[in-house]
């Protein structure tokens, strides 16, 4: 009973197959083997992911069964993400820069017919069809230049090269035909779809001769055919009007428009009248009125009205930045989205419900009030917008955070209109478990993740001043840390990205910053080495690690004196001497010995830094600490010259006194001496609290 039921699903399944368009999970190379097999052409589907209409197409038409009787039986049929995988070489070989495009190609690869645009079943077929019966392009071309096409071939040519998508041809062989053509001749249904392709203006001359001329139309083209025309050129107009702020004078037409409306019979006249009103409304910057006619006429308009209706709203009210209106646009949004059928628009105005909601809050940004990352993530999916998550705790710096960041008005306005945002407490629910997945260490870290869930980006350090600037890098594919590490766990290692993968690391503190540096230094040669361009990789942070720069810049420093100016090469190179001789007092177990320090001392002579007294003087007193020595007479000596400021005394204090507990008072004495030299208020306010003087 069990293999029964098994085999009859598994009929059902074949039979939902068939009854729709078979797209062949094959590449293009397989799929032209397979056609050749078959003596078939390859019928290719090219769309992406963000494309709407791709998606019209696929949920509507190719899942018809007419559509499958005629192409699972015409052709092997396959589709292509074109920015995935073979899809940009399949761009790059047949011209596809529009989607979707279907392009018909024979098995040897031979480009048979290219058809660009969303459109019917019936009309993708007629147009399969037409191309596949006509001559090539570069034949009619040929034809063209050499002027041996008659009336009815150019009009062939026409019409290929529009199908194709050539349009700036198709325009000028479309002109070049229409002057050509007798008044007799226009009214010939042959011309009827050129003639259709230039009545786009309700005031064209093309439009007043469809008019003029509308029940010999309606008899030879179909009523239907007809009004569609006339339609059209009503909503093409109107929607110019309400999604674009056009100049003045363009809206000088409206009052025509609504009196033709008012007195001819045209299809959708209601719809039609209410779109001129909201043309009135955003002619007069009226965010409420139009606001006010679009709640009132939600049920006039069919989905696709609505989705022009909706984006022109996006746009109007967003300009104004008024958070009431937005607000209301939000709310008319999401109730309107319910009504709508066609799943392409409901997403639309869906995304402008959701996005307005976000922007029309108080100052600051908007947290999303979800159960999950999981809904977060769809929520991305939905809207095609990346994820801001917010790792926080209870802490101080997470509150101060929240009240002097994400309630600023440029910050909401930024994060609100580019990013889905979400806080996540690292020490409650999901937190813990996303905070490792996630790689955060520490709370107070913003991670970026692409609609897909994988991480784009981070931001440390989020009080710095730039983070705005610093979250904008999100969308740049040199600066995106996450962008940058996928393509470095893949194996790049050319000189250019690994400076900008460093970049990113240094701005976030990554621990692997110093490894890359290292493996970037030893790929460089000698003259990308003293290069500005690779200066960040002297920095005394990656001298941890390895010596290896260290020591080439301080071999090398006076070609890099010449490369970059003396000031800027000797304030780093005297930066890693401090830090290398502080080390020797912050550490007690720093493996640098007093011959490490004398060769230090000569290099700073040799190469006459500036300030190299300071630098000699401090290397002298870690010396005397290095030798163990305690007594404060000879550190006074040492230091003698030296910027008080510059005077390593709390480390020789607390070290010196650990070894020697009796010295106290004499170190109590020099610090006195110390704090009555200083002149800066803060080192002598520090100083008093270190040695409790009052």
């Not at 700036?168 to 479309?174: D, I, L, P, R």
Request: with cysteine.
């Amino acid at each position: 009973m069990k293999r029964v039921l098994s085999v009859f699903v598994g009929l059902l399944c074949s039979l939902a197959l068939f009854a729709q368009t078979n797209f062949q999970e094959l590449s293009l190379e397989k799929a032209r083997e397979k056609a050749k097999a078959e003596n078939k052409p390859v019928f290719l589907d090219c769309y992406t992911s963000w494309c709407g209409p791709c998606r019209m197409m696929a949920n509507e038409v190719f899942t018809q069964e007419a559509a499958g009787d005629y192409f699972n039986k015409n052709f092997v049929c396959v589709k292509t993400d074109m920015e995935k995988g073979e899809g940009p070489v399949i761009g790059k070989q047949y011209g596809v820069d529009a989607y979707p495009t279907f392009l018909i190609i024979n098995p040897d690869g031979k480009l048979m017919h290219k058809i660009v645009g969303a459109m019917s079943l019936k009309e993708l077929i007629e147009n399969v069809e037409c191309g596949l019966q006509a001559n090539s392009i570069a034949e009619y071309e040929a034809s063209y230049q050499a002027g041996k096409l008659d009336l009815a071939e150019q009009m062939a040519y026409w019409r290929l090269l529009s199908i194709s998508g050539e349009v700036v041809k198709a325009q000028t062989v479309g002109d070049e035909l229409w002057g050509k053509l007798s008044e007799k001749d226009k009214l010939n249904s042959t011309y009827w779809p050129l003639l259709r392709s230039r009545a786009q203006s309700v005031d064209g001359e093309e439009m007043k001769f469809v008019c003029a001329n509308r029940d010999y139309f309606e008899k030879e083209v179909g009523t239907e055919e007809v009004g569609k025309l006339i339609y059209n050129s009503f909503i093409t107009e109107l929607n110019m009007m309400i999604v674009y702020q056009l100049p003045a004078k363009k809206y000088e037409k409206i009052p025509a428009i609504k009196d033709l409306l008012e007195n001819n019979d045209v299809p959708r006249k209601e719809a039609l009248l209410k779109m001129a009103e909201l043309a009135e409304a955003r002619k007069n910057y009226d965010e409420k009125g139009y606001l006010d006619i679009l709640e009132a006429n939600l049920n006039v308009w069919e989905d696709s009205e609505k989705r022009t209706i909706f984006e022109g709203a996006k746009l109007f009210i967003s300009l104004a930045n008024g958070k009431e209106q937005t607000r209301r646009l939000g709310e008319i949004a999401l109730r309107a989205q319910e009504a709508v059928k066609d799943e392409v628009v409901k997403e639309g105005i869906m995304k402008i419900g959701l996005t307005s909601r976000r922007m029309s809050g108080d100052d600051g940004v908007y947290w999303e009030d979800l159960p999950s990352l999981k809904d977060v993530l769809e929520r991305a999916s939905l809207e095609g917008r990346c994820v801001c998550l917010y790792f926080h705790n209870d802490g101080q710096t997470s509150r101060l955070i929240n009240e002097k960041l994400f309630s600023r008005k440029d910050v909401g306005d930024y994060m609100n209109r580019f990013f889905i945002n979400y806080k996540i407490h690292v020490g409650e629910g999901e937190g813990p478990k996303l905070a490792r997945r996630s790689g955060v260490i520490v709370p107070n870290v913003v991670v970026v993740l692409d609609k897909d869930g994988d991480v784009r980006h981070r931001v440390t350090n989020l009080m710095d001043s730039n983070f705005i600037e610093r979250m904008k890098e999100t969308f740049d594919n040199n600066k995106a840390i996450g962008v940058l590490e996928t393509r470095y766990n893949m194996g790049d290692r050319k000189p250019e990205f690994m400076l900008q993968y460093l970049t990113a690391l240094i701005k976030i503190a990554s621990p692997k910053a110093p490894l890359v540096a290292v493996e970037l230094f030893a790929a460089l040669d000698d003259e990308q080495r003293v290069s500005p361009e690779f200066w960040v990789l002297y920095h005394p942070r990656f001298s941890m690690i390895s010596s290896d720069m260290k020591n080439y810049l301080f071999s090398n420093i006076q070609e890099f004196r010449e490369k970059l100016g003396a000031e800027k090469v000797d304030e780093l190179v005297t930066y890693q001497i401090n830090s290398d001789l502080n080390q020797v007092l912050y550490n007690a177990k720093a493996r640098t010995s007093v011959e490490d320090i004398d060769r230090t001392i000569q290099f700073i002579k040799q190469s006459k830094l500036q300030n190299s007294g300071q630098l000699i003087c401090l290397a002298n007193i870690v010396k005397l600490f290095k030798n163990k020595v305690c007594s404060v007479k000879d550190y006074k000596k040492a230091s003698k010259g030296m910027k008080p400021e510059g005077i390593p005394f709390a480390d020789l204090y607390a070290n010196i006194l650990a070894m020697e507990p009796g010295r106290t008072e004499e170190w109590n004495a020099w610090g006195k001496e110390i704090v009555d030299s200083l002149t800066d208020p803060q080192y002598i306010e520090w100083y008093k609290k270190f040695l409790n003087l009052k």
